[in-house]
């Protein structure tokens, strides 16, 4: 199953990137740009398999691949999937940097999902700010800003 789950999600990419003129489907563009859908659904096929590092990878491409200032919640979204993937491996630092870029997307955004994960985020990063992190700290003080704000 992880290998044909793997295969299926490389043919997807080799599909997108092998006639990257070809006209897309309306319902391919739900999500944005097509390339931005497979990474990010890429990245679930590899959370999926417990590989967090890919997955980490993918969701960082999925965002980094939608153009600039638009789709902000879902840009933020993916990157929220990412930082938690950089928490399953142990990486806070990663994952405070990655969480100040996706509220800097979530400026102006108002969604009930962006509440939820900067709620979750403070919850997650409770451990952190307790053995004084000071980056657990600053994000956290961000998060409260942004909570009260929205």
Known sequence: MRRA??????????????????????WALA?????ASVYSRT???HETLGDYRAAA??????????PTGTYARIVALDLVAGVEMHLKRGGIE????????AMDHMDGVRSVRTRKAV????????RFRAR????????????R???TGT
């Open 5 to 26: 789950a793997l295969a299926e999600a490389e043919h997807a990419r080799v599909l997108l990137t092998a006639a990257p003129g070809d006209e897309v489907p309306f």
């Open 31 to 35: 999500w944005g740009p097509p390339a």
């Open 43 to 45: 990245a679930k096929v």
């Open 57 to 66: 990878e993918q969701y960082a491409l999925a965002a980094s691949t939608r």
């Open 94 to 101: 990663q994952a405070c940097a990655t969480w100040h870029r």
């Open 119 to 126: 709620t979750r985020m403070r919850s997650d990063l409770a």
């Open 132 to 143: 004084g992190l000071r980056c657990a700290a600053e994000l956290d003080e961000r998060a």
């Open 145 to 147: 800003d942004f909570l």
